[in-house]
């Protein structure tokens, strides 16, 4: 029974996930945007182009590491799903190559935006940081999101579900960093290598034995990236969805239109819907 | 009778053409073509080559006027069997130099050479000859043959490989100290074990060893990697390597999971568990039979 469980984990969790990408999938680009039709917001966005307005557009910096780091996180997504389930002829090695190149790469982005949000000029860690009008807000946010409300409380830059998906992005890339620095077994440091340094010594004594412990932290690995997989198709969901032109600017498609009183108006703490039947005058653009 | 005379003095005087340079111990190239013949299949047993040569030479370029031939064919019970050898391939191989008699033991110098099939055991086992310590081993192995069985018996023992089975004949690459030879044999999971042991071939598919190695992992293992070779044993067998008392030893060797010590016990078995188990938890699995059973009833639906 106990030797078994090994392989009864990860054959679950491979189902398990497998479904709820699909279910994610679903509920968001099928049911999420289904309901968009009658609530009136898909023709809001799409068919009139009232999108959110911005009273800044992000510099080219960002939106280069931005593009980058998608592009390294694709890379490793792909890979470790190629190492775990080797899909064509030939590519361990060079799939593996590709894992380590763009984890240094991705990691380097993390201590780079670090940087960003702490020591440079634009220094903008408080748009990450949940307060308490930020949590008082959640409600009113998420009853928005659930078409149970036409206002979305505009508190900061970020709405507060926003501020927990990032910074649950940035908790969720320490603990990818972390696992999958201890799956590593070549020695490193005076012959030791990555994985006793990093649980051999406290997880190793309670699963039975450094391996064990590594088999353990291959399964978290393993499902970090399938929440990667899955936060990130939301991500890709809500970003075009929801603030398509911004998007657009992210990939230098076209031009984010730069409004400087975008958050300066009546409701100044709300961002309602416009009835699909005001005015043309009180559209936006 | 005097074309057939004719073909036999032609032939005679290709071998003896090319015959000394073999004897002068010259290896053959790849750049050098090798002397070919019309190929003349044979009839029937009752009415076989009139042609009783006999070599000038045992050499094997003698042999490769025939045999360079890629149309020298036979049919044989509908199907068309060939008798062409690569000389390029057997050029290349570790065998390079060795006489086509050094192996083919039973030649009778005559054409058609035997209507049986012994001269092929004959090949297969003749590795013995030189390679008298694999051959000791292979004899304490599970695929070593009783020799006096008897009936359906001796029937499933003739079934057992010999050493040819697995490691092929002409083109027989170096295997020690030969990285190239290794990787080729690496690679013939299949050819060497899985057409036997279809069973557990299918089931090595687990995500890290089976799944990549089938996939051309360079450093996933090789069936004889857990398994042993030539005096393989069934894993039931206490000194077996894949034996339960084996495993954090074989597991535990080379580069594969020796971390200081530190693949334990319990780490071995939960893993070989997933070796060749984790096809049979998969398709257990609940959700994977609803799913399925899902997929086949819609697929039913539009006739598949």
């Keep these: ?285 | 009778m005097r074309t057939r005379l004719t073909i036999a003095a032609v032939l005679a005087a290709l071998m003896l053409a090319v015959a000394p340079g073999v004897a002068n111990g010259a290896q053959a190239t790849t750049s050098t073509a090798m002397p070919s013949a019309t190929a003349t299949r044979s009839i029937s047993s009752t009415a076989p080559y009139a042609l009783d040569f006999t070599l000038p030479t045992e050499s094997k370029a003698g042999c490769m006027v025939c045999h360079g031939d890629e149309n020298l064919t036979r049919l044989k019970a509908g199907k068309t069997v060939t008798f062409y050898i690569d000389g390029d391939a057997y050029a290349k191989s570790i065998h390079a130099t060795t006489l086509c008699v050094g192996c083919h033991l039973d030649f009778a110098y005559t054409a058609p050479h035997d209507g049986t099939t012994q001269w092929q055991t004959t090949a297969k086992l003749s590795c013995k000859n030189c390679h008298d310590k694999q051959f000791l081993a292979f004899g304490q192995g599970v695929h070593r043959r009783a020799v006096d069985a008897t009936g359906a018996a001796a029937i499933e023992e003739a079934k057992k490989p010999l050493c040819g089975d697995c490691h092929g004949s002409h083109d027989i690459m170096q295997i020690t100290d030969s990285p190239a030879g290794k990787a080729a044999l690496h690679k013939k999971g299949y050819e060497i074990c899985g057409r036997c042991h279809q069973e557990y071939w299918d089931s090595y598919d687990d995500y890290y060893h089976g799944a990549a190695y089938k996939m051309g992992a360079e450093d996933a293992p090789a069936c004889w990697d857990c398994h042993g070779y030539h005096d393989i044993l069934a894993s039931s067998e206490p000194a077996s390597l894949v034996n339960a008392t084996h495993l954090v030893e074989t597991c535990g060797s080379g580069d594969c999971h020796d971390q200081h010590g530190t693949a334990t016990d319990k780490f071995i078995q939960d893993a070989a568990q997933m070796i060749h188990g984790k096809r049979a938890v998969r398709e257990a699995n609940p959700l994977v039979v609803f799913f399925s059973r899902i997929f086949d009833g819609i697929g039913s639906l539009f006739g598949g």
Aim: aromatic share 16%; charged share 15%.
């Design chain 1, 1 to 285: 029974m106990t030797a078994i469980l090994l392989a009864e984990v990860n054959v679950w969790l491979d189902v398990i996930f497998v479904i709820l990408e699909i279910l994610v999938f679903v509920v968001f680009f099928v049911v999420h945007l289904g309901v968009s039709i009658p609530t009136g917001r898909f023709r809001k966005q799409w068919i009139e182009k009232q999108w959110p307005k911005h009273d800044w557009a992000p510099p080219a910096l960002p939106k280069f590491m931005h593009f980058q780091h998608l592009t390294m996180m694709l890379l490793l997504g792909l890979s470790g799903m190629y190492i775990r389930f080797p899909f064509f002829e030939g590519g361990r090695t060079p799939m593996r190559y590709v894992h380590y190149v763009a984890m240094v790469i991705v990691g380097l982005n993390f201590f780079w935006r670090l940087w960003y949000a702490f020591f440079s000029k634009e220094r903008d860690w408080k748009e990450f940081a949940i307060g308490k009008k930020d949590i008082a807000s959640l409600i009113g946010v998420a009853a928005y999101y659930t078409y149970f409300s036409n206002n979305k409380p505009h508190v900061a830059k970020y709405n507060v579900m926003q501020k927990m998906a990032y910074d649950l992005f940035g908790l969720m890339m320490i603990a990818q960093g972390l696992t999958g620095l201890a799956l590593l077994t070549q020695p490193f440091i005076f012959g030791t290598s990555p994985r006793e340094i990093l649980i051999g010594w406290w997880l190793g004594p309670l699963v039975g034995g450094t391996a064990m412990a590594g088999a353990w932290v291959r399964i978290v690995h393993y499902s970090l990236n399938w929440l990667f997989i899955i936060v990130t198709t939301v991500h890709i969901y809500l970003a075009a969805g929801i603030d398509l032109p911004c998007t657009l600017d992210f990939f230098g498609i076209k031009k984010l239109e730069v409004d400087p009183n975008a958050y300066h108006h009546a409701h100044d703490d709300d961002h309602a819907d416009v009835p699909v039947h005001a005015p043309a005058a009180a559209k936006a653009d």
